[in-house]
């Protein structure tokens, strides 16, 4: 699976970490920042995704990462194709994917550890969004606006 991975300074060390991860199970990686811990604005780098994930098939996936997972995901879902969920937690990996069909999922660097980050990565790209009509349908609607 090819998935865009990005940070602001608060998130930085965690992308690290799930960037690790993701190559060890052989995942195609785009990093598209941000490089160090030196501070940059975190809706910057939602603008990249949103720009990037729209390049992209709809198999591939994002993740973003900030300090609390808060401020990337709210600049991301301006745009209607990202649906981006801020997880915190296997359930929320599990329901976002299963029921609103995210393509993004957002986590918060200063929040989780990095045991419960790499478990909520896995099971977010692991798991299939269940094409239930009336999930069809509101997940339809989140793009409209
Ligand atoms: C940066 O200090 C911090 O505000 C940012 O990483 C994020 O938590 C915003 O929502």
Do not use: Q, W
Not at 9 to 37: T, Y
Not at 65 to 87: F, Q
Not at 102 to 108: I, S
């Amino acid at each position: 699976m090819k998935i865009l991975i990005g940070s602001d300074h608060g998130g930085f060390n965690l992308k690290e970490v799930l960037k690790n991860k993701l190559k060890e199970i052989g995942h195609e990686i785009v990093d598209i920042g941000c490089e160090s811990v030196a501070a940059v604005d975190y809706p910057d780098i939602s603008d990249k995704m949103a720009l990037a994930i729209k390049e992209e098939d709809e198999k591939t996936r994002g993740i973003l990462v900030c300090g609390t997972g808060i401020g990337i995901s709210i600049k991301a879902n301006r745009y209607p194709h990202v649906r981006c969920a801020l997880v915190h937690d296997g359930f929320t990996a599990r329901l976002c994917r299963e029921h609103n069909d995210a393509n993004v999922m957002a986590l918060g660097g200063r929040v989780l550890g990095d045991e419960l980050a790499i478990e909520c990565m896995e099971i977010f790209l692991k798991t299939d969004f269940i094409p239930k009509e009336s999930y069809v349908r509101r997940v339809k609607k989140l793009g409209e606006c």
